[in-house]
Nanobody, 112 residues
Framework: QVQLVEFGGGLVQSGGSLRLSCAAS????????MSWYRQAPGKRRELVAA???????NYADSVKGRFTISRDNAKNTVYLQMNDLKPEDTAVYYC??????WGQGTQVTVAS
């Protein structure tokens, strides 16, 4: 089974940027879709962004225009560029391949 590991979380001021990376131990092309989810304390895990094999993307309304998902098949890595971060973006961010493989998560904290 392909293992996923997230990198790039941290503490940032409101309005700042972070780029998350999700590195796979195998080919991400084996997954129909790669996605980023997040879970804030006391809340359900929610979809943030997704990208298909052929590059089609989908975003949660709350992040449209601020976040960009991309993939580098040669590096077996998926990225989430997050700009204009807001305190409500604070959460643990998870990467998943078609919902079958999940990373351990990376914490993103946005200070107001």
């Amino acid at each position: 089974q392909v293992q996923l590991v997230e990198f790039g979380g941290g503490l940032v001021q409101s309005g700042g940027s972070l780029r998350l990376s999700c590195a796979a131990s195998g080919s991400i092309f084996s997954f129909v879709v790669m996605s980023w989810y997040r879970q804030a304390p006391g809340k359900r895990r929610e979809l943030v962004a997704a990208i298909t094999r052929n590059g089609n993307t989908n975003y949660a309304d709350s992040v449209k225009g601020r976040f960009t998902i991309s993939r580098d098949n040669a590096k077996n890595t998926v990225y989430l560029q997050m700009n204009d971060l807001k305190p409500e973006d604070t959460a643990v961010y998870y990467c998943t391949g078609s919902g079958t493989s999940w990373g351990q998560g990376t914490q993103v904290t946005v200070a107001s």
